[in-house]
């Protein structure tokens, strides 16, 4: 287990970047780097509207903390609880880094999401009731716009 986890750990790492168009936008002052639907998209993903920030933040777009994303009513994978072997820490998950998000399909901690829509879709729902899922996650009423939107800011986070 110890060999595994430290395999899948390094490859993880080789999947940040520094040099996406958010980067460009972000820390190189480029303010024509990002197009209006893309501007929309980052506001959307910065806002209480859209929740995103609260649990992808920082440089890696991650908080690194575990959450119930609501996915599920019933998990079949205990999930952190695995490892760490808590009860409160049943079905959690941790929070993903979305550099590189545009490559790394298929999303989810068990890839039942194909695509980003998919995913975007999931969040704009606020997925199924489970008793424990986090407070963060709920209904945000995105029009297909909004979605769109949404879709080509996380795109930007991709290092092509």
Same mark, same amino acid.
């Given at each position: 287990?110890?060999?595994?986890?430290?395999? $899948?750990? @390094?490859?993880?790492?080789?999947?940040?970047?520094?040099?996406?168009?958010? %980067?460009?936008?972000?820390?190189? @002052?480029? &303010? %024509?780097?990002?197009?209006?639907?893309? *501007? @929309?998209?980052?506001?959307?993903?910065? #806002? /209480?509207?859209? /929740?995103?920030?609260?649990?992808?933040?920082?440089?890696?777009?991650? %908080?690194?903390?575990?959450?119930?994303?609501?996915? !599920? &009513?019933?998990?079949? =994978?205990?999930?952190?609880?695995?490892? $760490?072997?808590?009860? #409160?820490?049943? /079905?959690?998950?941790?929070?993903?880094?979305?550099?590189?998000?545009?490559?790394?399909?298929?999303? $989810?901690?068990?890839?039942? &999401?194909?695509?980003?829509? =998919?995913?975007?879709?999931? !969040?704009?729902?606020?997925?199924?009731?489970?008793?424990?899922?986090?407070?963060?996650?709920?209904?945000?009423?995105?029009?297909?716009?909004?979605?769109?939107?949404?879709?080509?800011? *996380?795109?930007?986070?991709?290092?092509?």
């Amino acid at each position: 287990m110890f060999t595994l986890t430290r395999a $899948i750990a @390094n490859y993880e790492r080789t999947l940040f970047s520094g040099k996406s168009k958010y %980067d460009e936008y972000q820390y190189f @002052n480029k &303010l %024509d780097a990002l197009s209006a639907s893309e *501007l @929309n998209g980052k506001n959307i993903f910065f #806002s /209480e509207e859209g /929740e995103c920030f609260h649990c992808h933040n920082e440089f890696n777009f991650t %908080d690194n903390s575990f959450r119930i994303n609501g996915l !599920y &009513l019933v998990y079949q =994978d205990s999930g952190r609880a695995r490892i $760490i072997l808590l009860p #409160s820490d049943v /079905e959690k998950f941790k929070v993903p880094s979305l550099r590189n998000v545009e490559k790394t399909a298929p999303y $989810i901690h068990d890839g039942s &999401l194909a695509t980003l829509a =998919d995913v975007v879709e999931h !969040y704009n729902s606020g997925g199924k009731p489970h008793p424990n899922k986090s407070g963060l996650i709920k209904p945000l009423h995105l029009t297909a716009g909004e979605k769109e939107d949404l879709l080509n800011f *996380l795109n930007t986070l991709t290092d092509q």
